[in-house]
């Protein structure tokens, strides 16, 4: 074959390749066409690589394929139509490949339709993802110029994408920004490292807008960055909220940084959220434990700084979980006192945590007490006031346990009101301030009582105690002086000093104040006036006087004996009044003998028994049978000399030490029915008007006295009254049943069973006894009874039992017109109910029959059970009482029957003649 036969053989093969190619070619070239988008970019990057993927394919393909042809066409025409070999082979080879080339073009025409049937699909919805995209989304050249921006730029931005193709982005981004970003910018396309960015971008109305954006390299198909795609995003909103929870967040640090407390808020895990500065200065936290946010090592250290410190590390443990809140004072070693209020952290529902709020209140602590300890004193003399020193009475007096004590010191500044008027207020008020320092002293509380009155409370002391504090504070007063300025005269200092003893002289505050005032007067008549002597006898003043008497009536007037009220009325002169011994003596009728006696004072309790022995002893008291005679008090100025004493009431005397005695008698009319004695220490110490003052209280002492007796003779009539009255009911009762002869003994028997049962089921004194009086009557209806009815032999007609019946009728009807019988009335109807309801004359059941019915039923049916009857014998007590407990809930009340059965268990029953239960079975 020549070579013209090759070309013209061939020509067509090739052009057919040639076309295929050219068409391959110009379909990759077609993207250029719209390089002014993004898809074509994208499309031309594509084509290049399907086209390099598929020649390389078809050059492997085609050149196995003819490699398999021409062998087998080499080999046939070798053997079939030429002997030269090479020539056959050349010619083969050609033709195959001329075929091959042809086939190959076909098929790669229709692979390459369908991958640009593909690619148009991909392109559209990556075109739609783009377009519908609220992100930013551009494609920019290596010099920021913009290819390709997506339609967010005009719904965001307000911009075309005609206005942005081809623009720069410099015109665009804020100057401030520029530099950084260009820098960014370079870094993608130069690297091909992607990169995140902030910056502002002008707005088509000229605003800034923050914007977030990321670039990603454009990679050709050689692997060149030809420049960069950059997703951004509005993020103003975000910005906005960012601040504005920023702005917050900033506040509230401010606000918790400011504030006076301090504020610690852990979790449940105790990892510390938040402490401001102040809690940690407060309590003195080093920088790294605040660092590490650990709470448990924060909460040691804060409790070894506490006076409790398992106190608060207990509680801590266990607010932590819980949902409750606390507010607790704690007190710190250093002195500090805090504030601690404590709230659940409530995150979602749930508590998260704990927010603890300490605040320093020491000094607010130490000026409330200021000024708490300010209104409890006096403003002029610094000791308490009326109401502080008040309330420390009652707690000293709360706290005395057993047999302890403590005693109480009323001081009364002696003229006061004329200091002020001589030497004017400055030294009344020095006078004032001079008391309440002399009777500071021995652990004293004191404080000023009214405007001249001082009270001292010497806890745990008793007498003797006391009046060694009442000495100590009487030699600083007799040392003080108060020195006027303006003449330079010095003033005295003076005052009357009482005591009173708790609880031994009084049991109430009340008690001890009027005891410890009276006897503050009182000591006006006995004030010292050197060491170990005292002050000529002072009269005790027609006011004060008056004021004792006042308090003596509501003594004598009270509830309780007649010994009980004299002996208060002994004590109350003894302490009000200034006297030492004070004994009054009520008569008996016919005789000079005391019959009540009651002594009070300050010696022994041996010298007043051989007293009291003495003159219980005597026929004849000449002291009484003066004062008698001449009906007025006796003023004994030497009672240890006095010869009209027996020489034992003489030797009692002077073991008391009384030196001056008064007995002033006791008149009621014509007769003298007691004396009222008093003995001082002191000599001379009676006067005129201390026995004008004695006789009121005797006078007094003398109606109650009177009183008494009489209502002892009230009482002893009522009792001859009250047994004349039950003699009378036994009579009428017995009156009823005369018919029978044993009667008398019945009704004893019923009353005695029928109180004894009472007294089991817990009736009171008088209870008991009415109940009693009502059994006695119980029958009293029988009065009504014909006496055939009564004494008739065997069983009654039905007319005479209807006619029996009625007895109970009768019987209430006749009681209840009496006053005083109501209770005997209702005994009288109901004692013949039965529990189960089937008795007469109401049928009443159970409850509804009243108890005191039921009371008397049992014991009337135990009597005749066991008593001597005309129509029956007796029963022993054993089988009286198995009979009733078996009619028990049928017939009788159940809780009567069990009082008889314990009653019986115990061996209380017994008949009127004395027989218990054992004793009748003997």
């Not at 066409?33 to 394919?57: D, H």
């Not at 593909?118 to 559209?124: H, P, T």
């Not at 005397?653 to 007995?663: C, H, I, N």
Request: charged share 25%; net charge negative.
């Amino acid at each position: 074959m020549t070579s013209e036969d090759e070309d013209q053989t061939t020509a067509p093969a090739a052009s057919v390749a040639a076309a295929g190619a050219r068409r391959l070619l110009r379909a990759g070239g077609e993207a250029p066409a719209s390089s002014g988008s993004i898809f074509g970019k994208v499309l031309t990057a594509y084509s290049m690589v399907w086209l390099a993927i598929a020649l390389g394919a078809i050059f492997w393909v085609v050149d196995s394929f003819v490699d398999a042809l021409i062998f087998q066409q080499g080999a046939a025409l070798d053997q079939t139509i030429s002997p030269d070999p090479f020539e056959i082979w050349v010619r083969s080879s050609v033709v195959v490949l001329l075929v091959g080339l042809g086939f190959y073009a076909q098929k790669f025409g229709n692979e390459r339709q369908r991958a640009m049937q593909d690619l148009r699909e991909s392109q559209q919805q990556l075109q739609l993802v783009v377009e519908t995209s609220p992100d930013l989304i551009a494609l920019q050249e290596p010099d920021g110029t913009y290819q390709f921006v997506n339609s967010a730029y005009r719904k965001l931005l307000g911009y075309e994408a005609s206005e942005l193709v081809g623009r720069s982005a410099k015109d665009l981004i804020h100057p401030d920004d520029f530099d950084d970003l260009a820098a960014r910018y370079r870094e993608i396309t130069e690297s091909g490292q992607a990169t995140d960015a902030s910056f502002r971008f002008r707005h088509a109305d000229g605003r800034w807008i923050p914007i977030e954006a990321n670039g990603q390299a454009f990679i050709d198909v050689t692997g060149r960055p030809i420049g960069a795609v950059i997703v951004s995003r509005d993020v103003t909103q975000r910005r906005h909220a960012e601040q504005a929870i920023q702005e917050s967040e900033a506040i509230l640090k401010a606000t918790l940084e400011s504030t006076a407390d301090g504020i610690l808020v852990v979790d449940n895990e105790w990892r510390v959220i938040y402490a401001n500065e102040l809690f940690v200065e407060s309590w003195g936290l080093p920088k790294d434990m605040v660092e590490t946010a650990d709470a448990r090592r924060i909460l040691p250290f804060a409790a070894e700084q506490v006076v409790d410190p398992s106190g608060l590390a207990a509680q801590a443990q266990r607010l932590l979980p819980s949902s409750e809140t606390s507010l607790d004072t704690i007190t710190l070693k250093d002195g500090r006192i805090f504030e601690q209020y404590t709230v659940p952290l409530i995150v979602a529902g749930d508590v998260a945590g704990r927010v603890v709020s300490t605040r320093d209140i020491t000094e607010r602590t130490r000026a409330e007490e200021a000024l708490r300890e300010q209104a409890r004193r006096d403003p002029l003399t610094g000791m308490l006031n009326h109401a502080a020193i008040i309330d420390a009475l009652r707690g000293a007096m709360a706290a005395v346990d057993g047999d302890a004590t403590c005693a109480i010191a009323m001081v009364d500044v002696d003229g006061l009101k004329a200091a002020n008027d001589t030497y004017g207020h400055q030294v009344g008020d020095a006078l004032l301030i001079s008391v309440g320092h002399a009777m500071s002293r021995r652990g004293a509380i004191v404080g000023r009582y009214g405007g001249d009155e001082f009270l001292a409370i010497i806890p745990s002391a008793d007498r003797e105690e006391a009046e060694r504090y009442r000495d100590e504070v009487a030699v600083a007063l007799a040392d003080a002086r108060v020195r006027e300025a303006e003449t330079g005269a010095t003033v005295s200092v003076t005052a009357s000093i009482g005591l009173a003893i708790y609880p031994e002289d009084g049991r109430t505050a009340y008690e001890i104040l009027d005891l410890s005032d009276s006897a503050m007067y009182a000591s006006r008549r006995q004030r010292p006036v050197g060491p170990g002597e005292l002050s000529p006898s002072r009269p005790l003043g027609g006011e004060r006087a008056a004021a004792m008497v006042g308090q003596i009536v509501p003594l004598l007037t009270a509830s309780g004996t007649i010994e009980d009220k004299l002996r208060l009325v002994a004590h109350r002169l003894s302490v009000g009044a200034g006297y030492d011994a004070v004994n009054v003596d009520v008569f008996a009728q016919a005789s000079d003998l005391p019959s009540v006696r009651n002594t009070f004072s300050h010696v022994p309790d041996e010298v007043v028994d051989a007293w009291q022995g003495e003159r219980r002893r005597m026929e004849d008291d000449p002291v009484l049978r003066h004062v008698r005679s001449t009906r007025r008090a006796l003023i004994l100025e030497d009672p240890q000399n006095d010869q009209r004493l027996t020489e034992v009431q003489r030797d009692v005397l002077r073991t008391a030490e009384l030196q001056s005695a008064v007995v002033v008698p006791l008149f009621w009319e014509d007769e003298m029915i007691g004396a009222l004695s008093i003995g001082t220490k002191r000599r001379d110490a009676f006067t005129a008007e201390d026995i004008e003052f004695l006789t009121a209280i005797a006078t007094q002492i003398t109606s109650v006295a009177r009183m008494a007796t009489l209502v002892d003779k009230l009482q002893s009539t009522s009792d001859h009254l009250a047994q004349a009255r039950e003699d009378a009911v036994l009579l009428l009762a017995a009156s009823a049943e005369a018919h029978d002869t044993t009667t008398g003994q019945h009704l004893r028997g019923v009353r005695s069973l029928t109180e004894a049962l009472a007294g089991d089921l817990s009736y009171d004194e008088e209870g008991i006894r009415q109940l009693g009086m009502a059994a006695v009557l119980h029958d009293i209806g029988k009065i009504r009874v014909p006496d055939h009815v009564l004494s008739a032999p065997g069983k009654l007609s039905d007319e005479q039992w209807q006619i029996l019946k009625q007895h109970t009728v009768w019987g209430a009807e006749f009681l209840k017109h009496h006053e005083g019988f109501e209770l005997a009335a209702a005994v009288a109807r109901s004692h013949h109910e039965r529990w189960d309801g089937t008795g007469y004359p109401d049928g009443l059941p159970g409850e509804d029959i009243p108890e005191a019915a039921a009371i008397v039923a049992v014991a009337d049916a135990f009597d005749a059970i066991t008593s001597n009857r005309p129509y029956s014998g007796h029963q022993p007590f054993d089988e009286a009482v198995q009979e009733i407990v078996t009619f028990s809930g049928k017939q009788f009340s159940p809780r009567v029957v069990a009082a008889l059965s314990r009653l019986h268990e115990k061996g209380d029953l017994a008949k009127p003649n004395g027989l218990t239960a054992t004793e009748q079975a003997a």
